[in-house]
């Protein structure tokens, strides 16, 4: 079974520039996760789906960060414009369901340093 | 804004048991308790998780306290590979949200 792909492995940017992410969750997993993780702390929910649809955004810092799942596959999320602050790890994970009762499998990530 | 206490780190021999504890004092009936494990410069790994019993599987145990305030997973003989920062997690339909987890050393 192929795991939770993403891409970018690093991406470096210049403050004030636009950056997108991408994520591929493991086939037939409804419910899809965005992490930040600084370095030295834990994983940081940012934005949560279900299918298409937005479950929790509550963490996400909406006057940069987008992300969107449109047909409920494939999910990116975006950071325009980008501060020094942004940079960190941006981890992408997916399960079956929303359910406590399933586990959650993990990208590598992608590693953002903004300069 | 974790629903969970983890000492920030701890040490063990390696081939020796390793009991890593968790508080979550507030937790719902609703709530799984899960452990994930994190290695160098890698995403997140699942390692176990349960409701009211205590569960094995081939990484680990989780004995979870009657109460269900508190729950320690169990690594029965520890290697170097098992060394790693070990997050404790309460999820729910609408929440899986990290601490900032237990940083395991194994010395050989």
């Known amino acids: 079974e192929a795991g939770v792909a993403q891409s970018p492995r690093y991406k470096i940017i210049e403050k004030r520039q636009s950056v997108a992410f991408w994520c591929n969750p493991i086939?037939?997993?409804?419910?899809l996760y965005w992490y930040q993780q600084i370095l030295g702390q834990g994983p940081k929910l940012l934005i949560q789906?279900?299918?298409?649809?937005?479950?929790?955004d509550s963490q996400l810092p909406k006057d940069r960060f987008s992300a969107e799942r449109l047909k409920g596959v494939d999910s990116t999320l975006k950071i325009q414009p980008a501060k020094l602050e942004d940079s960190a790890v941006y981890l992408c994970?997916?399960?079956?369901?929303?359910?406590?009762?399933?586990?959650?499998?993990f990208g590598q990530g992608t590693r953002l340093t903004v300069v | 804004d974790a629903k969970t206490t983890q000492p920030n780190s701890m040490e063990s021999n390696e081939e020796e048991p390793v009991h890593l504890p968790c508080n979550h004092s507030?937790?719902?009936?609703?709530?799984?308790i899960h452990w994930y494990r994190q290695l160098p410069s890698q995403g997140p790994e699942y390692v176990i998780h349960?409701?009211?019993s205590n569960v094995n599987n081939r990484m680990a145990s989780l004995a979870i306290a009657e109460d269900r305030k508190s729950s320690t997973l169990i690594l029965h003989r520890a290697t170097l590979r098992d060394a790693a920062v070990y997050y404790c997690?309460?999820?729910?339909?609408?929440?899986?949200?990290f601490g900032a987890g237990t940083r395991l050393t194994v010395k050989p």
């Open positions: 789906f279900q299918n298409n649809g937005v479950v929790d």
């Open positions: 086939s037939g997993h409804a419910t």
């Open positions: 507030t937790i719902s009936g609703t709530d799984y």
């Open positions: 994970a997916s399960s079956k369901n929303r359910g406590g009762n399933t586990e959650a499998f």
């Open positions: 997690i309460l999820r729910n339909n609408n929440d899986m949200r």
């Open positions: 349960g409701l009211t």
